[in-house]
């Protein structure tokens, strides 16, 4: 692992997309605090210093076609859950699509990736990932953030973490070099999807309906059924849970 450690940094993936594709390869960069960490439109995400763990990690995802590149969404998570699998309650940990981290139905952790296209295939991707370690007291978003020491009750050593969850991912990401390998990332996804297969309330378009989760397609869509057995398939930011406000939406 080529870890660098940053006291202070706007994006960690900001950091590593500023290096040539060659450099980022293998290439972790943590900070201690991050000023302006990245998610979709113009979501950020809240890190208190020294409080968390805001990383950033570099891999080589040239074996694997583009038009498959949601997978390496899958397997981020998995790997991710291999290691928090281990301090905290498993039952009450979930990916919520298409790839953050929810303990308890409280989000734990947030996944952005930044990948490079070259051609049919992918390049090297950018991972950047948050995580709540220790801070107690977040702003009350919609998605009610909960960290590692609020479910513990202790603090968390963050390198130790850091190391443990970067050899996880790399060993998940590993799995998309064979066919046996994509099949189980794609099957303990489904296995840890957040109402997967369960009947709940969401938002669309402004209305209230319900839905049945049935699983992902090849592009990352959530695939659903409705009351009359109709598919409804979502892309990131169509659809959100209605009940607590919580947006599919990546927050970093």
């Known amino acids: 692992m080529k870890l660098t450690i940053l006291d ?130 977040f702003q009350d978003w919609p998605t009610h953030p909960i960290s590692m020491k609020m479910i513990l009750g202790e603090d968390v050593a ?20 064979s066919p046996e390998g994509i099949e189980i990332i794609k099957k303990d996804y489904l296995s840890r999807l957040y109402r997967y297969h369960t009947w709940a309330a969401y938002e669309v378009d402004g209305q209230i309906v319900k839905r049945f989760i049935t699983g992902i397609d090849t592009f990352g869509r959530l695939r659903t059924l409705d009351p009359e057995n109709h598919e409804h398939l979502y892309e990131v930011k169509e659809i959100r849970n209605a009940e607590c406000g919580m947006r599919n939406t990546l927050l970093r």
């Open 8 to 137: 202070t940094i706007d994006s960690t993936n900001a950091f590593l997309l500023g290096l040539s594709e060659a450099e980022r390869v293998g290439a972790v960069a943590f900070a201690r605090e991050q000023t302006a960490g990245k998610g979709m439109g113009s979501n950020t995400w809240e890190s208190q210093s020294g409080m968390n763990l805001t990383f950033s990690m570099g891999v080589d995802m040239s074996f694997l076609p583009a038009a498959d590149q949601f997978l390496l969404s899958q397997a981020v998570p998995l790997g991710l859950l291999d290691v928090l699998d281990t301090v905290l309650p498993a039952d009450k940990l979930f990916v919520k699509w298409p790839n953050d981290l929810l303990f308890d139905r409280r989000k734990l952790c947030g996944i952005l990736i930044n990948s490079t296209i070259h051609g049919m295939g992918m390049g090297v991707s950018v991972i950047g990932i948050g995580l709540n370690v220790n801070q107690m007291q």
């Open 158 to 177: 963050l390198e130790p973490l850091l190391e443990r969850l970067v050899t996880a991912v790399q060993a998940r990401v590993g799995n998309l070099k």
